[in-house]
């Protein structure tokens, strides 16, 4: 099993530029989510899916979108990019809240 | 929202010493995690406990869900070199989680 994987690992974008950040597990998992990591600030949950068709909105939502068409991908879009969302993010999945596996994170630079 | 404080932020110890961290919080949680971080990774889970007053050990871990719910704290015996990294708090209710600031542990040989 490849586990939770994100692509891209890295990316610049311009102020208002939109973009998706791809996630993806192979473990059967129904809940998935993503989260951002700021510098003294540990994580912080964006958006979370407890299944195929179900979405909901975590600590910090504002200025992302989420989808989940399939169980296995659980992709994040951001729809004007600001230089307040240059962070870093981490998708997770797990079977139940709590036991969540991470992916490898992608690192967004917004100038 | 629900804020977790989380201490020390820093921890520089000799191989060998113990350490303890501990998370704090003015909600109650009904599970509490620990995950550790290495530079350019995500978090991985050590700990998850679901009952208040859990005591749980993982290795040279340990991990204690506090009585009120409203805390808990990691104990590391014995520090390694490899066990250098960003330990983060978490606690977890119906579908929402929330981690704490992190304590980053340095270990000198």
């Known amino acids: 099993n490849a586990g939770v994987t994100q692509t891209p690992k890295f990316q610049v974008l311009k102020t208002g530029q939109s973009m998706t950040l791809q996630c993806a597990q192979d473990m059967n998992h129904e809940y998935m989510s993503w989260y951002r990591q700021d510098p003294g600030m540990g994580l912080r949950l964006i958006h979370y899916s407890v299944g195929a068709g179900i979405t909901d909105q975590g600590e910090v939502p504002n200025g992302y979108n989420v989808s989940r068409s399939t169980t296995e991908d659980f992709p994040l879009r951001l729809l004007s990019a600001a230089p307040s969302q240059t962070s870093v993010y981490f998708c997770a999945s797990s079977p139940h809240l709590g036991t969540q596996y991470f992916g490898p994170g992608t690192r967004l630079l917004v100038l | 929202g629900q804020q977790l404080n989380q201490s020390p932020q820093s921890m520089f110890i000799q191989e060998g010493e113990d350490v303890s961290m501990n998370c704090t919080s003015s909600?109650?949680?009904?599970?509490w995690l620990w995950y550790k971080q290495d530079p350019g990774e995500g978090p991985v889970l050590l700990i998850a406990?679901?009952?208040?007053?859990e005591l749980t050990s993982n290795g040279r871990l340990t991990a204690q869900f506090g009585i009120t719910r409203k805390d808990s704290f990691l104990n590391i015996s014995a520090s390694i070199p490899s066990d250098v990294g960003i330990y983060f708090c978490a606690g977890a209710n119906n579908n929402d989680m929330r981690f704490g600031a992190g304590t980053r542990l340095t270990v000198k040989p």
């Open positions: 406990l679901y009952k208040a007053g």
């Open positions: 909600s109650i949680f009904n599970t």
